[in-house]
């Protein structure tokens, strides 16, 4: 379920400012994936992935670019040990035979000059799915911290994806198979 932290990288492809291309760097200490997954219709379980790399490339004059992410399975992190282990283990992300989750961006979808999603395809416990990344917010300005300046773009994302579609059927429904992500990213332009 945690494996889905490594979208919040694809919002990267969002990221705007200057002219012709530019590569972005992530941020690791502003960049957040929540994933929630409904536990009997009573509650829900939620978690993040602690190691992701991310390459990230932006042209906002011609509205086009390129996001890969690889995302380690095994660093998935509920605040719960022995949940953990168990989403590490073959009934879920299986990390041990699938210790990479990889999204990679194919297009970014425009509302006039407003970037509002990004579409792209997810490899997740050995099967290849399409997904969008809905766009809820996305600046891009430059800050000062001291003397150094900087251009920034960040932004908040969202998405849903069924688990089952990726082969990910166990405890199905009492563990929901809707499984809704919350991104937050900040990233600098090099």
């Known amino acids: 379920m945690g494996w889905l932290r490594l979208l919040c990288i694809a919002a990267l492809a969002a990221v705007a400012g200057g002219s ?39 042209d906002p004059e011609a509205r086009s670019g390129t996001v890969a ?17 168990v989403l590490r283990s073959p009934q879920f992300l299986d990390a041990g035979a699938y210790p990479e989750i990889r999204f990679v961006s194919e297009r970014f979808v425009f509302d006039g000059n407003r970037l509002v999603s990004v579409d792209g395809r997810l490899w997740l416990h ?14 891009c300005k430059d800050v000062r911290a001291g003397i150094v300046a900087r251009h920034v773009c960040g932004g908040a994302f969202r998405a849903t994806l069924k688990r089952s579609a990726f082969g990910m059927t166990q405890f199905l429904p009492d ?3 809707e499984v809704q992500l919350a991104i937050e990213v900040e990233a600098t332009r090099r």
């Open 175 to 177: 563990v929901g198979d």
């Open 69 to 85: 992410v690889t995302v380690d399975a095994g660093s998935i992190d509920t605040g719960n040990a022995t949940l953990d282990g």
């Open 20 to 58: 012709g291309a530019a590569e972005f760097e992530v941020d690791p200490g502003h960049l957040t994936v929540y994933f929630a997954v409904s536990h009997f219709d009573i509650s829900f379980v939620r978690g993040r992935f602690g190691r992701i790399d991310a390459k990230a490339q932006y």
């Open 126 to 139: 050995g099967i290849l799915q399409p997904l969008r990344l809905n766009v809820d917010r996305f600046v």
